[in-house]
DNA sequence: AATTATTTTTAGATTTGTCTAAAATAAGAA
DNA sequence: TTCTTATTTTAGACAAATCTAAAAATAATT
């Protein structure tokens, strides 16, 4: 069992390890809001309890059991948003605070349980896919909106950015998940994106477009 | 804001109340797993919060503020036990570690929502009251069943004893909440009682008699 | 290759909550 | 009242997770 604040690093070390290979001091410590001195002191930790791999001055890498861990709690977090958002009707962009906290309960049974209520949800609120309890992901196809060309139609599916004020902004242009959109334009000065939502013209941003996923269909 | 152990302490404290009053230092050191010296620290700290009233040697009585914040906690113990009978189908001896977890998240906004999905419960699986979020009480009006006469009848409501064992075995007899009952002999030589239980004769013994609460109707 | 800058680690201190062992206080019995 | 017992508190230590400041290693630059 590792504690509340084992548990974070671990999934902090997993999605880091997306981006990274392997994860450096430094951006744990940023992300995890701590100093990278604190962190090296938690990595000697985990790499004794053979949760990460840890070379001196190379940074770290989860072990096949640190990786389960993880996603685990990776599970666990977006089963919540899904229970926050569906039932209790949170906004998409209300739920990460408190998911934060739900992801460390302790009870296979809860989060089994949780999974069968809310109907064995595939993906979180932003799009975000849920593995199984074995760690297992389903296979996800999405594009990034602003590698869309001239004519390109597909359906919003995920974000890769959860920040408040991005979704809420997504919010209120209507660019929620589940909406078709198609391409118009992509203007070439800035890269920003003409599209048609629901037969309105829009127009978003590179930026934006960047953290819009979208499947094509 | 108060941490996880704080919170603890101050839920123990509430619950103790209700026996003894001022709640002795022993009391505490037994429900919370733990040494008189460590509870000792503790109330100094919860005394220099104004959590507590704490005199030397004589035990701590809870604040106000106290009172309030223990309160709170016994609302969202009780709302997430009725969540996880209800939503979750778990059982009513299975949900009390889980909640012991849950109680803890910091969110108004989730406690609130959760009260609303769960369609404002006046009490939990147990029966036990849930406070509105001002840390008002409904008023209850139980009696012990083993206080009961020949020829009483009630509803069962509620029960003064939680553990695992004890609920399987009322479960097992079915003297679940809801269910009517009606009294036909106080057995003298041991306290035991027969009753009627939908139709059905039945024998419990004077121990588990005291632990169920009716209300009579 | 030598120097500078960045990153990471060590060493030692701090905080929270806990412990043991010993001292102080309160309560009960003779 | 005095002795004995039980309860509570103090003093000092410990583990977990963090910090600062300084040292060491790596990476980048000239």
């Known amino acids: 069992?590792?504690?509340?604040?084992?548990e974070n690093y671990l999934k902090i070390i997993y999605h880091l390890s997306e981006i990274s290979h392997p994860v450096q001091t430094n951006a744990i410590a940023e992300r995890i809001q701590t100093k990278a001195a604190s962190v090296t002191d938690m990595i000697k930790k985990l790499?004794?309890?053979?949760?990460?791999?840890y070379v001196k001055y190379q940074g770290v890498t989860l072990t096949e059991k640190g990786k389960l861990t993880a996603i685990n709690i990776v599970r666990k977090h977006r089963l919540w948003e899904v229970f926050l958002v569906d039932k209790l009707n949170f906004k998409w962009d209300q739920v990460h605070e408190v998911a934060e906290e739900l992801e460390?309960?302790?009870?296979?049974?809860?989060i089994e349980r949780l999974d069968e209520f809310l109907d064995f949800p595939k993906v979180d609120p932003h799009g975000d896919p849920?593995?199984?309890?074995?760690?297992?992901?389903?296979?996800?196809?999405?594009v990034k909106l602003s590698k869309l060309k001239d004519g390109d139609q597909g359906t919003i599916t995920g974000v890769s950015e959860h920040s408040s004020a991005f979704l809420k902004h997504l919010e209120k242009l209507g660019l929620t998940l589940g909406k078709r959109v198609e391409i118009i334009d992509v203007v070439e000065f800035d890269g920003s994106v003409e599209l048609l939502l629901e037969h309105e013209k829009l127009n978003i941003s590179r930026e934006v477009a960047k953290h819009i996923l979208i499947t094509k269909n």
């Open 1 to 6: 069992m590792q504690s509340y604040t084992e």
């Open 47 to 53: 790499s004794e309890k053979e949760l990460v791999n």
């Open 104 to 110: 460390h309960i302790q009870s296979n049974l809860l």
């Open 130 to 142: 849920i593995p199984d309890k074995h760690g297992n992901f389903a296979e996800m196809t999405f």
